[in-house]
Structure formats: C-alpha cells, structure tokens
C-alpha cells in the first residue's frame, strides 16, 4: 500500500510556509524532503513551517529535528500516527500516539534532543513486551473493555502520557499534522499496525527557526549549553545517580551500540529470519 518510488513535491508554497505531497511514498522520504525545506525557509524568512500530506509512517522524529539542528537551526518534528491510544476518560483507541520532537544546537557541536510519544510510553514498548511475553505496568495500556491490564498480549489501546495533559498534547499533533495540511486525520490516517487494505494518509509537521535572527547562532548555543550543564550539575536526589537531561540516554545508548553492535531481541529475531526465508533474502549471522 505504499508507493516504492516516490517523487515528493510542493503542492504549495506561500513565504515561509509550504505544503509538501509526499507521493504516498515511505514517511521517511517526504520528512527528510521536508524537513530541508523547512530549513530552506528558514534560512530566507527567519522560520520555517512545512507540512506533510499523503505520506506513511515516518520513523523516529528525532533523526529529522537533529538533521535540521546540525544545521544550526531549533527545530520541531511531529506526526500523527493511526489511532492507538485513548482518549482520556475514553474506553476505545482515538488518536495516535503523535509523538513531538525539538531539537537545537549547544555550544561545542552537541544537539539538545527532546523526542518523547503522547502516549505514556511508545507502543513499541507494549508490542515488544507481548512478544517476548512480558508483564507490564498497569498503567501502559487497556484491555477491549478500557480496563488497565498488565498482560501485553491483552492491550488493545495504549493510554495517553499524564492522563488529559497527554490526550491534549496529542490532539495539539493532530491539528498541526492532520488538519492543517490537508492529511489524514484520526481513522483517516490509514492502518500502519491494523493491516487496513487502503494507502495511508499521514501527516507530518516540520518547524525550523534560525536563532540567528533572535539573539544570534552563537549566543544561542552557549546559553542552552550551559543551560543544559546547569541541569546535569544539580545534586541528585536519594534513589537517583545523577540528573539527566532530554536526549542523554539516548546519546548514550547510541554509543554504546556503536561500539558493541545493536542487540536484537529472539522474539524478534525469529520474525526477521522469517521473513527473510519467505522474501529469498539471505539473513546476516548471529542471533
């Protein structure tokens, strides 16, 4: 149901704003075409706002915001997703888990990176649980009659991050991502994990904003670098190693997984072995 050869283009174009058609291509395609718009824009006008129509799942919003930070500017990457999660006080799946990323260069080449899903935790959590046939806290996801369960295997929806402050965020993503280009919206957006037999119609939003014309790139990168020092400088409280900031973890797994490799579950494994003895695809080694 996806287009393997897409040719994203601008439907619209207005100052700082644009439309971007995404061919009903792979998300990744259309995001990264947007996403270097976006910081076109910025470049010219100051700001930079792109959206994203007739497009599918797009990945981690995190690798578009960072592309555009290492480019010196603040950056925003959001996307609405099929509906997964409920909606607060709800008993049945309304929105997606319409993550939101921000992004911005710090003083010495390193980029503040905020990416985190509206829903209390990415429904790659749950999934990956009832694979490899885990528990998971009560307040993860609900069973088909809205009740918390701690079986993975029975979440029919996940839940929003925080209650209301979570299902209003996600909400925020579909107006910004669904209505205002012109994509899909709730049901509309088309089945990534359902298997519906029509072509998606995803929306994505990218924001870039050149510091530059506010106090200056350089000023910029030194204030929130030691912004972000500050932070991590605090003394930790009783329970607590140390104090984090957004994006730390991840930096650090990366790191790790760069110099020992990217483990890979075996419930996870055995799909992938699978599916490469069914597709005539020689799987590498290992497992």
């Not at 129509?53 to 609405?80: I, K, W």
């Not at 992004?103 to 980029?111: F, H, L």
Request: aromatic letters at 4%; one cysteine or more.
């Amino acid at each position: 149901m996806i287009n393997t050869h897409p040719r994203p283009s601008v439907a619209r174009r207005d100052g700082a704003i644009a439309i971007v058609d995404g061919d009903r291509g792979p998300g990744q395609v259309a995001s990264v075409f947007a996403t270097d718009l976006s910081v076109e824009l910025a470049r010219e006008h100051g700001i930079g706002a792109v959206g994203v129509r007739r497009s599918a799942h797009n990945g981690a919003q995190a690798f578009y915001a960072m592309r555009a930070a290492e480019q010196g500017m603040v950056a925003l990457a959001l996307t609405n997703t099929e509906p997964l999660v409920i909606p607060f006080g709800g008993a049945e799946p309304a929105l997606g888990t319409n993550p939101i990323c921000l992004a911005a260069p710090t003083a010495g080449g390193e980029v503040f990176n905020l990416d985190l899903a509206t829903s209390q935790v990415a429904i790659n959590r749950i999934f990956n649980a009832r694979d490899e046939g885990r528990a998971i806290p009560d307040d993860w996801g609900v069973d088909a009659d809205g009740r918390p369960t701690t079986d993975a295997a029975a979440v029919v929806s996940a839940v929003p991050l925080g209650g209301y402050k979570g299902y209003a965020l996600a909400l925020m993503v579909e107006l910004l991502c669904g209505v205002l280009p012109g994509a899909g919206v709730r049901h509309g957006v088309g089945g990534l994990y359902t298997g519906a037999d029509v072509e998606q119609d995803v929306g994505h939003f990218h924001l870039a904003l050149d510091p530059e014309r506010t106090v200056g790139r350089e000023r910029f990168a030194t204030v929130l670098g030691g912004l972000l020092a500050d932070l991590r400088a605090i003394p930790p409280a009783p329970g607590f190693d140390e104090v984090l900031v957004p994006g730390d973890p991840e930096a650090r797994a990366q790191g790790r997984r760069s110099r020992e490799g990217v483990p890979i579950e075996p419930a996870l494994w055995a799909t992938l072995r699978a599916l490469s003895d069914e597709l005539g695809v020689t799987a590498p080694s290992g497992g």
